[in-house]
């Protein structure tokens, strides 16, 4: 029998450096996740292969709609799902020799949450704007992305999913699911595409979740600025 869940995805850019050489998930270990249950402060394990530098993006899924928050970490993208009882969540920070590797993020409330961290070489850091570009929606197993234009070759798409219940997210029909984790309550995974070609890039559809969930998708975009 189905799962009457709701599934939420938002999406992002990465720009390029100035050079525009292309950005990569880190070397040996670059991705972590894990699950946390009736807390409202608990540590985010970043990558072990993580180095001054790098991008880090981290992704959660949450039974409870209250925002947490680390310091030093920038609250990108957050955004209501299942009727705005659950919370999805994206922060990004970039990482120097001497942060800590297990940041902790504090809420004002308990929940049971699922985090995805991706480690990201080569991305650069200027200002990123987030940019709600509506939803997109479909009943069964499939969530469709809306379109994304990137502004530079070589930038990264970065897709960061949530789900309600334990969803089991598949690759998009273009680029890999870098990280997921699955909890009984919430569910989250971060895909990435190097679009080698800066412009359009269309509707993808995307996570045929294996569980049969009914869902949305709704997206957000961090864009990269014109050169």
């Known amino acids: 029998m189905s799962k009457f869940v709701s599934a939420l995805t938002l999406a992002f850019i990465f720009v390029a450096t100035m050079a525009h050489a292309g950005i990569a998930i880190v070397n040996d270990s670059g ?19 993580v180095e001054d530098g790098d991008l880090v993006v981290v992704a959660i899924a949450s039974d409870t709609r209250a925002t ?16 705005g009882a659950n919370g999805c969540f994206e922060f990004y ?13 504090s809420r004002a409330t308990t929940g049971s949450d699922a985090y995805a961290v991706v480690a990201l070489a080569g991305a650069g850091t200027g200002t990123l704007v987030d940019t709600s570009t509506g ?6 197993t499939r969530v469709n992305l809306p379109a994304i234009t990137t502004h530079n070759n ?7 999913s949530c789900a ?14 870098a990280v997921q984790q699955a909890n009984t309550s ?21 996570f045929m979740d294996t569980s049969q969930i009914n869902g949305s998708a709704v997206i957000a975009l961090i864009a990269a600025p014109a050169p």
């Open 186 to 206: 919430s569910s989250v995974a971060i895909s990435t595409y190097a679009q080698a070609t800066q412009g359009l890039l269309g509707t993808q559809a995307t």
């Open 93 to 105: 920070h970039v990482w120097k020799t001497g942060d800590s590797t297990s940041p902790l993020f």
């Open 154 to 160: 070589d930038d990264l798409d970065v897709y960061v």
């Open 31 to 49: 991705t972590s996740s894990g699950v946390v249950s009736n807390t409202s402060s608990y540590a985010v394990n970043l990558p072990a292969g």
């Open 68 to 83: 947490p928050a680390a310091q030093g970490y920038t609250t990108g993208v957050e955004q209501g799902f299942n009727g």
């Open 164 to 177: 309600q219940a334990a969803a089991a997210f598949s690759n998009p029909s273009v680029g890999t699911i």
């Open 135 to 140: 939803t997109s929606s479909g009943y069964g």
